[in-house]
């Protein structure tokens, strides 16, 4: 019971930060970057669901979680480019991101499957370099065009902030994800058997279940997940260049998982509108502007995002959502 | 004699006053460069110009743009080096170290350039690899006597957009190719640090248009185009031709730009429009940071927004923009924006960009030098000519240009001080260059390229627009 009591009051005190700062960002009158959070934030948040979902599954950090997604992308633009039409090439990439998540369980993860988590973590960054390289390899390390699914840009216009029909695909997806994955890994067998092989492979096999075929899956799973981020999420800019995944998500992705609390899935997605918040904010602030109380040279919202993460770790280490162990 | 010698020292000098002394709207121009304070004056020989050593434009025509100085293109490949017979000897300004001669044999000269290929700007890294050499292939088969019987051989590297990278590659391509002089090709934090280890060893060091401040010191350093700061005056009067009177300001926050930062914002106090936003942006701005930056501006109401940031984040900004249902004039300097692969992929958001280049776009090349194509056509193994392969083509050039005005005797000390004592270098592409002991900032001026995403390229707007 008294555990219960402190659980909820860990939530409790995530949540309390959580609205902490949106009336800091009322009363400062920049609650436009709360807009702006939940529109860039939800990819960083879908992002980090697959971090997560390999880190609840073997407690290892996927440095490839972002390039699952850049294989995505540019198999979606090589199908498209020949031809072949937008659902079909989009269904094409996911399934080209499930494979290098296949092949990514099967011959790097597997063989390391005894080695200490650290090898691990090494070897997914090789994996994201190995990825990156053959993109260049196909496109000179030039960008290309990318054709969004859905071409309405101003579907829902908020505090000034057009919101556009591919961003509410993204924002609606991540959303459901987030909760019917962590319905998934609550109410399911499957799911159940997951963290219980995470947790104790040993008894898990003792029970008949094979822990390898729970690692398949759970790999095909998130690069399910980073395929998705990738093919909702980089047509809305209407461009991308090779290993844009792992340059421009992968880190805010990791922060925004961290701050969530590494395993918590609904976690993910708020930490990932964390972050959005804080780079929104700490862009258009006055007090970091030119002349202002913080005019911090370089990258102030690079900065915040790291001095809010400090902060969260120190008040609770867990994370915003997540369960001390 | 006597009198013809003060006489053409006299012209000289004006030409070069007028051309690098009296930039309005820049800040800081001139007085330090040069390295050294108490530089003897320097004796000027007239400017040089490109010698014709290809085909001849298809009406014969002169060149636009380039006055007397141009190259005509006429008559079949010169054998002998163009050096004017009346030039001075250079002064000492520079005095010959041990290493004056690396890199410069009986047949061959080493060039190191280093660009972004990677890291921020979508540079087309085959581009790269056949541009570097096309001219010096081309001069080698048209007039193999104009570098006194060397061949260049051109070494390049990737700086990643990795100022620490630049500096590691620059040190690479003296120590171990044995680069006689280095070339930056793009990138003002990368060219700041490489140009910095260069003036530390006694390197001359080119590259086209960045930052003043962090390089005036420096006395090895050469710019070949306008810097930022010098295209503020460029900026504001494309804006006042625009009719408008309010403008967005962008720049990336770097200490490399704060002199171009604050004399845009010179230039526009002078010119009377008022900077209704501005601000600096990160380097590498997030999707977060660039639709905030947006929102403030379509706030603003601006329609023209100035922009010094790299090719990733002005296409991140304006593609934002098209989003946001906010689709501004986006003006600004540099040379990589401008590039028709920003085109490629940046369009449709890239369509309202306007830069100013230290070289054209590919639609008037044939007028200013009919040889690029021809050599492209030569020496490009089938590929065709591209705007990349035009920036270097202009770079080898003026290059070209200063080691044979340098003669026989090549080395650093006698080619840097060929560089200040020269009252000029036209190359029929760029604006002419001029170069004196206490001005290294060379360019006097740019064309204006406009994107055109119907074409998914950029064109020329306007060619040789002079400051002031």
Not at chain 1, 259 to 285: K, W
Not at chain 1, 295 to 302: A, L, M, Q, V
């Amino acid at each position: 019971m008294l555990a219960l009591v402190r659980q909820r009051a860990g939530l409790a005190t995530g949540i309390g930060i959580v609205a902490a700062l949106v009336i800091a960002l009322f009363v400062a009158g920049e609650e436009r970057a709360l807009v702006i959070g939940v529109y860039t934030g939800s990819a960083y948040g879908l992002v980090a669901l697959g971090l997560v979902l390999i880190y609840k599954s073997s407690g290892v950090f996927n440095f490839a979680a972002g390039e699952f997604g850049g294989v995505a992308l540019c198999t979606l633009y090589l199908l498209h480019s020949e031809g072949i039409p937008y659902g079909f090439a989009v269904v094409g990439g996911l399934v080209a991101a499930m494979v290098l998540g296949l092949l990514t369980e099967q011959i790097v993860v597997r063989p390391l499957f005894e080695a200490p988590r650290v090898t691990l973590l090494v070897a997914t960054a090789g994996v994201a370099l190995l990825a990156i390289a053959i993109q260049i390899w196909f496109f000179d390390s030039q960008g290309r065009p990318i054709a969004k699914a859905f071409p309405t840009t101003d579907r829902v216009t908020v505090l000034s902030v057009q919101i556009s029909d591919q961003r509410l695909w993204l924002i609606g997806t991540v959303l459901v994800l987030a909760v019917v994955l962590g319905l998934f890994f609550t109410r399911t067998n499957l799911g159940l058997a997951i963290i219980g092989a995470s947790q104790e492979p040993t008894a898990t096999e003792l029970v008949g279940i094979s822990v390898r075929r729970l690692s398949t899956f759970t790999w095909v799973l998130a690069a399910l997940l980073g395929g998705l981020a990738a093919v909702i999420a980089i047509p809305d800019g209407g461009s991308f260049t090779p290993g844009v995944m792992t340059s421009g998500y992968l880190i805010p992705a990791f922060t925004a998982a961290v701050l969530g609390g590494m395993t918590s899935l609904p976690g993910a997605f708020v930490g990932g509108v964390l972050v959005g918040i804080v780079q929104s904010f700490a862009t258009n602030a006055s007090i970091f502007q030119d002349g202002g109380a913080l005019d911090i040279p370089g990258t102030p919202s690079t900065l915040l995002v790291f001095i809010v993460l400090l902060v969260v770790l120190v008040i609770r280490p867990q994370g915003l959502l997540g369960r001390s162990s | 004699m006597t009198l013809r010698r003060p006489l053409l020292l006299l012209v000289a000098l004006t030409l070069v006053a007028a051309a690098c002394g009296q930039k309005a709207g820049v800040a800081g121009t001139g007085g330090e460069g040069g390295g050294d304070a108490t530089a003897p004056v320097v004796t000027a020989g007239p400017p040089v110009t490109a010698p014709s050593v290809g085909t001849t434009p298809p009406d014969g025509s002169t060149p636009p743009g380039t006055g007397s100085t141009a190259p005509t293109g006429s008559g079949p490949a010169s054998t002998e080096p163009q050096v004017p017979a009346t030039t001075a000897p250079p002064a000492a300004v520079y005095e010959p170290g041990d290493d004056d001669t690396v890199g410069v044999t009986d047949d061959e000269i080493v060039i190191g350039i280093h660009a972004p290929v990677t890291g921020a700007s979508p540079i087309p890294q085959t581009s790269f690899d056949i541009g570097k050499d096309i001219y010096w292939q081309f001069l080698a088969e048209n007039a193999p006597d104009q570098l006194f019987g060397r061949a260049v051989r051109v070494v390049f590297h990737d700086d990643e957009f990795n100022p620490q990278r630049a500096v590691q590659v620059c040190r690479e391509m003296v120590e171990e190719d044995g680069a006689f002089l280095l070339v930056g090709a793009g990138g003002a934090d990368q060219i700041t640090a490489c140009a910095q280890y260069a003036d530390e060893q006694g390197i001359p060091y080119l590259s086209a248009c960045v930052n003043q401040e962090d390089l005036a010191d420096l006395s090895t350093y050469f710019a070949t185009s306008l810097t930022y700061a010098e295209q503020a005056p460029l900026m504001l009067d494309q804006v006042a031709e625009l009719g408008v009177t309010e403008i967005g300001l962008v720049v990336s926050d770097t200490p490399s730009f704060n002199d171009a930062f604050e004399a845009i914002r010179a230039a526009a106090e002078e010119a009377g429009i008022t900077i209704a936003y501005d601000t600096r942006i990160n380097k590498t701005a997030a999707e977060a940071e660039q639709l905030s930056v947006v929102q403030e501006l379509k706030d603003a109401g601006v329609e023209v927004v100035i922009l010094l940031s790299s090719p990733l984040v002005f296409i991140g900004l304006a593609n934002q923009g098209v989003n946001q249902g906010f689709t501004p004039t986006w003006l600004g300097p540099g040379v990589t924006s401008g590039l028709n692969a920003v085109t490629n992929f940046g369009c449709p958001g890239v369509d309202t960009g306007l830069f100013f280049n230290p070289t054209p776009q590919l639609d008037v090349i044939d007028e200013l030098d009919p040889d690029f194509r021809a050599a492209y056509e030569q020496f490009g193994g089938g590929d065709p000519a591209d705007d990349i392969g035009l920036g270097l083509w202009a770079l080898n050039k003026a290059l070209g240009l200063m080691l044979a005005q340098t003669g026989e005797e090549l080395g650093r000390a006698a080619f840097m001080n060929t560089l200040v004592s020269t009252a000029g270098f036209d190359n029929g592409i760029y604006s002419p260059l001029g170069f004196t002991a206490d001005d290294h900032f060379g360019g006097t001026g740019a064309h204006l390229l406009d994107a055109n995403c119907e074409q998914k390229m950029y064109t020329t707007a306007a060619q040789f627009v002079e400051v002031g």
